[in-house]
């Protein structure tokens, strides 16, 4: 491979070198510039695209920061004082001018000339976001924006006390791991009951946050949010029947692996009943997993990893270690979950997660590192705009990376054993996490199918939903409280609405690539680097045909994937 992780910061031609974000008055004249500009040739369009890419650029990677800043500390109310300053006084000034420079280009004579192949899907996305365009919601989005912060802010200061000290939730879950049934009891009933503690408070959010964006849709001329939601996420290539489509192959096709995966766990631990707190554990006198003990060796270990898979790889984290551009362990004040966050001008992007020492941590950081290496192939593109892949496509570089990984994780697990029990507990989470996004998609349309219901109606609802994905093979009697609310772990539900489904699809991908590596793993890298440097230059089903994929999740293609990741499952 020839690529590079010796990333450079985008050079400016438009905008100074020394300009920064600081206010609307010294912002508001360049893109007064762009919109006043005269545009008489397709030379004068080009240029003056490249010009709102740099634009683009500063102001995405400018917001990018607030929010990382924030979230990698809840507790400072100067970070959170700027997030909300850029979200209610500058984003609200901002989406007119975007408006306006999105008719221009439309408008313009010489747009017809550029590249059909290159813009297409550039000029698609901003046809639909003038479609979308509504002045009335600029102050409901800014208002949005904001509130979705609330619950990084509500999570960041959860924390249980095991043993005499204080542990945030996410560094709570390895005693679920420890061997002592009694300890993995309590410590899943504190967890549980300190979530419940802020369930009302939580609901109270989730409420106003589905009262908002119902309105939003509406203004829009949409029956519903959700409907609204998938033209805002540019799912082009399917609809809500695709999805619906999916939750019934899932009940058809993997919940029968993941209530056999169940059955089989109860036997090897010698239990009569199975409870929630047993999910992660080992029969006695097997230590559970302990990969790393400290953000900087995760780091290291992950960069060996990576090199050993393909030197590239490795190179662009050792870059954004060098770089400043990682935060992974979990500590009181900061928000959970993880994330990776492309940065539009300086290229190497920030990888955000909470690890606590487990085999889930290695997942998630050669997860995140997958959409990192995603964002160092598409640097290259000449427009920010080219640069924004479907969500789709983003997981399936980051899914695949977990199974692609694996062929060296004697990096993170030395001895032999214990590397087959880490491959056989991931090859059984790649099963088991199609429940889970299936339940989290169906109940999202349910929500915004109604948006106006009561707690207790969507509690009910929730329960019902939930139950169809739930294996008979756990007991959850004397759960019910922790049970109505478990939906409120999952942060994508209030920061990110509807961005789940991409998960399943992905994860067909991604297994599909597994398939490919498993054969030829030149080839099957070469499909993955391939599909993304293109970035978002192409439709979703032409990037997962650039990897060599089918874009299909029927319920006949899911069931042969299943079988395959059984068979390799048998095979350790």
Same mark, same amino acid.
């Given at each position: 491979m020839n690529f590079t992780a010796d990333i450079k910061k985008l050079p400016r031609h438009f905008l100074p070198e020394d300009f920064t974000l600081r206010d609307w008055e010294t912002t508001e004249p360049y893109f007064q510039n762009l919109a006043d500009r005269v545009l008489d040739s397709r030379e004068a369009l080009e240029q003056w695209l490249k010009d709102v890419s740099e634009l683009e650029a500063v102001v995405s990677e400018d917001a990018c920061w607030r929010q990382i800043r924030m979230t990698c500390d809840t507790e400072n109310k100067e970070l959170e004082e700027a997030f909300t300053f850029f979200m209610m006084e500058l984003q609200p000034k901002i989406q007119p001018f975007a408006d306006q420079l999105n008719r221009k280009l439309i408008a313009c004579p010489f747009t017809q000339e550029l590249d059909n192949k290159q813009y297409f899907t550039y000029l698609r996305n901003v046809k639909k976001n003038i479609d979308l365009f509504r002045e009335e919601n600029i102050p409901l989005q800014a208002e949005l924006n904001v509130m979705q912060q609330q619950f990084g802010v509500i999570s960041g200061k959860m924390t249980v006390v095991v043993n005499g000290q204080e542990f945030t939730l996410q560094q709570a879950t390895k005693f679920l791991e420890d061997p002592d049934r009694s300890v993995r009891e309590q410590v899943y009933r504190a967890i549980s009951d300190r979530r419940f503690q802020d369930h009302k408070e939580l609901d109270v959010l989730y409420s106003n946050l589905v009262q908002k964006r119902n309105e939003v849709a509406r203004n829009a001329g949409f029956s519903n949010y959700r409907d609204y939601r998938f033209a805002e996420l540019g799912r082009f290539?399917?609809?809500?029947?695709?999805?619906? /489509? %999916?939750?019934?192959? *899932?009940?058809?096709?993997?919940?029968?692996? *993941?209530? !056999?995966?169940?059955? =089989?766990?109860?036997?090897?631990? $010698?239990?009569?009943?199975? !409870?929630?707190?047993?999910?992660?554990? =080992?029969?006695? +006198?097997?230590?559970?997993? !302990?990969?790393?003990?400290? +953000?900087?060796?995760?780091?290291?270990?992950?960069?060996?990893?990576? !090199?050993?898979?393909?030197? @590239?790889? +490795?190179?662009?984290?050792?870059?954004?270690k060098e770089m400043g551009r990682l935060d992974l362990e979990s500590r009181k004040g900061k928000a959970?979950? $993880?994330?990776?966050?492309?940065?539009? =001008?300086? +290229?190497?992007?920030?990888? %955000?997660?909470?690890?606590? $020492?487990?085999?889930?941590? *290695?997942?998630?950081?050669?997860?995140?590192?997958?959409?990192?290496?995603?964002?160092?192939? &598409?640097?290259?593109? /000449?427009?920010?705009? @080219?640069?924004?892949?479907?969500? =789709?496509?983003?997981?399936?570089?980051? #899914?695949? #990376?977990?199974?692609? &990984?694996?062929?060296?994780?004697? *990096? %993170?697990?030395?001895d032999a054993a214990e590397l087959k029990r880490a491959k056989e507990q991931q090859l059984e989470r790649v099963i088991t996490i199609f429940p889970w996004i299936a339940t989290i998609d169906k109940f999202q349309h349910w929500v915004y199918e109604n948006p106006v219901h009561t707690v207790e109606e969507r509690v009910k609802n929730w329960r019902r939903i939930l139950e169809e994905f739930s294996s008979p093979e756990i007991d959850f009697s004397g759960l019910e409280d922790y049970r109505n609310y478990f939906w409120h772990r999952q942060l994508h539900l209030f920061e990110v609405p509807f961005y789940y489904i991409e998960y399943g699809i992905a994860q067909l991908g991604a297994i599909g690539l597994w398939m490919q590596f498993k054969q030829n793993k030149k080839d099957a890298l070469g499909n993955y680097t391939r599909a993304l440097e293109l970035g978002g230059t192409r439709t979703l089903p032409e990037l997962f045909a650039a990897a060599g994929l089918s874009f299909d999740f029927s319920p006949g293609y899911i069931s042969g994937l299943m079988d395959f990741v059984k068979k390799e499952a048998e095979s350790l």
């Open positions: 290539d399917y609809n809500k029947d695709a999805c619906y /489509q %999916f939750h019934e192959a *899932v009940k058809l096709h993997v919940m029968p692996l *993941v209530d !056999r995966l169940y059955a =089989e766990k109860k036997k090897k631990l $010698g239990l009569d009943v199975l !409870r929630p707190w047993d999910i992660e554990a =080992e029969p006695a +006198g097997i230590e559970p997993l !302990r990969p790393f003990k400290t +953000g900087d060796e995760l780091t290291q270990k992950a960069i060996v990893c990576f !090199r050993k898979l393909e030197p @590239f790889f +490795g190179d662009c984290l050792a870059k954004m959970p979950g $993880g994330y990776n966050c492309p940065l539009a =001008e300086t +290229g190497a992007p920030f990888i %955000f997660m909470n690890a606590a $020492g487990q085999l889930d941590d *290695v997942t998630t950081m050669v997860h995140e590192g997958g959409h990192a290496i995603h964002s160092f192939l &598409s640097h290259h593109l /000449q427009l920010s705009g @080219f640069k924004e892949y479907p969500t =789709e496509i983003a997981e399936v570089a980051s #899914m695949a #990376m977990e199974l692609f &990984s694996m062929d060296h994780w004697e *990096v %993170f697990f030395p």
